[in-house]
């Protein structure tokens, strides 16, 4: 069996490679060449362990996740694990990977694609508001799907970001793209192309101005309960549709629930993914059209991307 840890998954990654798998992800998803049962959840004394299974006609996979809320005064991640991946055939273990970086760059790379088919192509900054470990991933992938000359960072907290900044503008490793704090949102969101928030906040984090919003790509990936969201209501003034991986999403997300339920969005505007992407138009044009594309991730996602870096792994 092998296993594989942060260093050695990290020195494997290819972004577009990773942004590509994403999108055989979603035609998986179309062809319902997959089984996806609902993640059972254990828990003990305020301490969850989550089962995330996932059956494709190649390989079966689950993510394992430990959510010990007490951990943070700790110093340590609240949320940790593994992706466990067996043998289609026999069920035998054949490779367990680092969970909290299959799901970093996996959910970088779903918003990479969304950045891929739903930006302009002359885009050229991002503005990442929250400044975590999937602010960092988003800023990477927005990179890598567009010719990105300047990412903007804010983050609500006060905490001292020059050693995130200077580690990010490292890792993106052009000469040509710069990495720059805003000192406030409205700042970021003037100065931005497109827009990844990735906070976990109950209450939306842009601003609810439809001038400053307007012409943007936008991309939510924070909100994943329904007392969670990040985008303001102005939003639905402003596009036609909102993009979404799998329909449970509007059930999960408080970025889709709260609308739905005061009938600001209606099931008219709700676009699947795969089937969009499927029909091989995309919102790419030069014209100055706001898209929002709303993430909630599934169990899909972390089997195909930790296949593919087991398959990188025995290519090397």
């Not at 494709?56 to 340590?76: Q, Y």
């Not at 609308?259 to 091989?280: H, K, N, W």
């Amino acid at each position: 069996m092998i296993v594989l840890d942060k260093r050695a998954i990290e020195s494997l990654i290819d972004l577009n490679q990773m942004m590509d798998q994403i999108e055989e992800a979603y035609r998986i998803f179309g062809a319902g060449e997959y089984y996806m049962p609902p993640r059972p959840v254990v828990e003990h004394e305020k301490k969850q362990l989550m089962y995330m299974p996932c059956y494709t006609n190649e390989i079966i996979g689950t993510k394992i996740l430990s959510i010990f809320p007490e951990n943070a005064v700790l110093g340590l991640p609240s949320i940790d694990g593994v992706v466990l991946l067996n043998d289609h055939t026999t069920g035998a273990p054949i490779a367990i990977l680092d969970g909290q970086t299959v799901t970093a760059y996996r959910t970088g790379a779903v918003g990479g694609v969304g950045i891929r088919h739903l930006s302009r192509k002359d885009c050229h900054t991002v503005g990442i508001v929250g400044a975590g470990v999937q602010g960092f991933h988003q800023a990477l992938y927005a990179c890598a799907a567009r010719e990105i000359h300047t990412v903007y960072i804010y983050n609500h907290s006060d905490r001292d970001l020059t050693e995130y900044l200077a580690r990010l503008e490292k890792t993106i490793d052009n000469p040509d793209t710069k990495v720059v704090q805003c000192k406030t949102v409205e700042e970021l969101v003037r100065l931005s192309d497109i827009i990844c928030t990735t906070t976990p906040a109950t209450e939306p984090v842009l601003p609810n101005d439809k001038d400053l919003l307007a012409g943007k790509c936008i991309i939510a990936i924070g909100s994943y309960t329904p007392k969670m969201r990040e985008i303001p209501d102005v939003i639905w003034d402003l596009v036609d549709k909102v993009y979404i991986e799998l329909p449970y999403a509007c059930e999960e997300s408080g970025d889709l629930s709260q609308p739905i339920a005061e009938g600001r969005l209606t099931e008219d505007r709700i676009v699947l993914m795969d089937q969009y992407l499927a029909s091989g138009t995309d919102e790419e044009t030069n014209t100055k059209k706001t898209t929002y594309f709303k993430s909630v991730g599934m169990g899909l996602f972390d089997v195909c991307i930790a296949q593919k870096i087991l398959e990188m792994a025995k290519e090397r």
